[in-house]
Each structure stands twice: as structure tokens, then as C-alpha cells.
């Protein structure tokens, strides 16, 4: 696996990055735009791992294969002693990526699992939120 080197103070260019898609997932499923949605979700869910993964290591997966992300975060999670629910969890948002991008059957997409993806890249949120306190704490200073 291949990584690149990344300044930790980064961190907190890809959580916002990950904060806007998360946002925007919302506002695309009000609006009943559930593959755009599911997508911007799986886009929040890789950001939001590699803030994780800077700020804990000061390196992130430098390739395109994003289940590298998944590996990187399990490491993170052994070294912490963190549950890996929430690897788990990313690595089964992850791998509905094609699918959801590049499926061959987009205007018959089948809605409830679309809303499932969503389901489980707000879970991850919750997940690392919760085991990585400082991530609201940097929000709430206005970092």
C-alpha cells in the first residue's frame, strides 16, 4: 500500500472537506436526489477517514484504491484501542462506491439501498466523532 506524507495540521482541510459533503448529502436526499447523495456520503466518509488518518499518523493511502483507507484506519484503531466498527463500517460504504458512480442501471437504482448508504456513512460519522473527541472540539473553536 502506498502513502504519502502529509503535514498533520492538514487534518483540518479534509474534515471541513468532509463536514461540506456530509451537508450536502442532506440537502441532496431532501430534494429526492438519492444517488447523488449516496455518493456525496461516500465521498464524506473517505475525507473524513483521511483527516483521521493525517492527524493520527501524518500520512494518508496515496493511490486510488480507497479500501487502502480502510487498512490505514484499522491501524489507527489497533494503536488506539478503538473498536473497528467503524472500519468495518467504511469498508462496506466503500465498497458500494462503483456501484453508486458508475452502475449501469441509474434511473432504476434501487432508493432504499441508496438510503441505507447514507444510513451507514452517517453511522461511521457517529462512530468517529465519538471515539475521536477531537474532531467536534475543533469545530467548536472554529478551527
Not at 447523488?36 to 461516500?42: C, F
Not at 458508475?102 to 432508493?111: C, K
Request: contains cysteine.
Amino acid at each position: 500500500m502506498k502513502t504519502k506524507k502529509v503535514d498533520r495540521t492538514h487534518f483540518l482541510d479534509y474534515c471541513k472537506r468532509a463536514d461540506e459533503f456530509f451537508e450536502a448529502m442532506s440537502d441532496e436526499a431532501e430534494f429526492e436526489r438519492y444517488n447523488a447523495s449516496a455518493l456525496l456520503g461516500i465521498h464524506a466518509s473517505i475525507a473524513l477517514t483521511d483527516s483521521l488518518i493525517i492527524r493520527e499518523s501524518g500520512k494518508r493511502a496515496a493511490d486510488e484504491q480507497h479500501m487502502d483507507t480502510v487498512k490505514l484506519l484499522k491501524n489507527v484503531c489497533n494503536t488506539k484501542g478503538i473498536s473497528e466498527n467503524g472500519p468495518n463500517r467504511l469498508g462496506k460504504v466503500l465498497s458500494e462506491k462503483n456501484f453508486v458512480a458508475y452502475g449501469e442501471h441509474f434511473r432504476t437504482m434501487d432508493t432504499n439501498k441508496l438510503k441505507n448508504i447514507r444510513l451507514d456513512v452517517e453511522r461511521f460519522f457517529t462512530w468517529a466523532y465519538k471515539n475521536f473527541e477531537y474532531l467536534s472540539k475543533e469545530f467548536s473553536e472554529g478551527g
